[in-house]
């Protein structure tokens, strides 16, 4: 592999400084600036962020909405059989392991720390819009369908749309491993010029601000369960502490190889989150749970349409820009990195099989994980008097899971567990990142399999840029502030992606050019016709 061979080269040597520099340059001047100017970064990255929401929360909504449907199209149209490598391509791990990866890679630091909050934080403040009273059953209904609009099929959706454009190019069409790559049936060649070079920047620098303020995020939760666990004071001391030794596990996982650190990180991962999804289900309230979720689910899903596209253009409460589109534009703003991470996962599998795997499937575990989790708590705040929502006033967002498990039972175990979750979910989402972002800054990086690995050297790099960037940041205080401007980039990167679905459109409707193992007849991937013809010509023979 072509990473493994570059291993002992010097940096400099391998990698693209027409992507480095200005994504690296970008990321250390906004840094500064909420290093040394935090007031005024925050002033202006809310003035630029404001900006976008009032001008451009029309265009946002629907690109987003369209990205479900895009998704829904690729995989289950005619052209959803199409395998991944060609007809003969084996794929290279389970699909309980790919759906491992693909879960605790993706948002998995975020369902943990807002599982509790944001379902809680809605029935006690539901959108002035709604005009409803606090922990009413409207109140609470809309709670869990809101937070099912941000958690469910659209951040999957936004995923996915940028994996499927890229990963049947990368597989079938042999381009190289990158953003950009995605863009190649609408430019040509010139896709790796500077037009390729600014978009894997712009990507890089996003990716980078957002995972900055993410790990920030994980980073105070990891320090608030040490806290109550065993008394280890959330300070800038702990959090040196804690980014510096997850640094290093997620580097060295990283460098490791995708079939070895990532894969048994992950897989311990889900099997946590399983239990202690199954867990609080029984010790809470099985059936008003179940009722509740399902209840919720089907209101979220018989107004999936009005909701996704409601702007609030009468009442102007600014409630719908600073939710719906505020977590759209996040997700977008991760969308290219962690697009381009989940095409590793998919090397012998079909368009179809990576819609379900990234898509379908995770949508279904997020019914039940914000189901359990936040109508858990509504229902004990609601029904058993318990003091979660003022848990969280009085100490902050990064208390909600442990402010769950505090009213339940067992939970001087529970607890410690949870914390553990919220320690493998800071690191899958960094290695993976640290791999896709290591291979995107290459002069030239292909991955034919999904198992090439970029030089330990550029990994260990980013690896690091991202402790330092989320470590400066909290100790400042700018975390928000970078995450408000990277938020800032979502726009372009949404433009971005719909233009790499025109680009994956016009790739299948020119399958002759772009498909080195079909040259346009999808009979190739017809398995049944496939054996068919293989008997025939045994007969034959």
Known sequence: MKGKKENNKKFFDIVNKWVLFPSGGALIFFVLLGVFIPETFAAGADHALGFVLKYFTWFITPACFGMVIFCLWAGFSKYGSIKLGGADAEPTMSKPVWFAIALTSGIAVGINYYGVYEPLSFAYNPPEFLGVAVMSESAILNALKYTFLHWCFHPYAIYTSVGICLVFLIYNAKKDYRVCTALYPLLGDKTYGPIGNFID??????????IGTSLGFATLQIARGLDIIVGFESNA?????????????YTISSISGLHKGITYISNLNTVLYFFVLVFSFVVIDPIGVVELTITSIGQYLNQ???????????????????????FNTWWIVFAPLIGLFLVKLAYGRTIREFVTVNLIAPVIFSFGWFGIFGGGAIILEKFHGTQIGKAISEIGSDMSLYAFFNELPISKLMNPIALLIVILSFITLAESMTMSIAAMTLKEFKDETGEASPPRIVSVFWGVVMALVAYVLLITGGTAALQTSSIVCGLPLCVL??????????????LYKFDIYSRGDLKVYDTEEKSRLEGVSLKDS
């Open 201 to 210: 920047s712009l990507s890089i620098f996003a990716i980078i601000a957002g």
């Open 237 to 249: 001391f702990s959090w040196l502490v804690i980014i510096g030794l997850t640094t290093i596990v």
């Open 304 to 326: 999936f349409l009005d909701m996704s596209l409601y702007l609030d253009p009468i009442m102007r409460t600014g409630w719908v820009g600073a939710n719906n589109v505020f």
């Open 497 to 510: 992606i719909v233009f790499m679905m025109v680009s994956h459109y016009k790739a299948m409707k020119s």
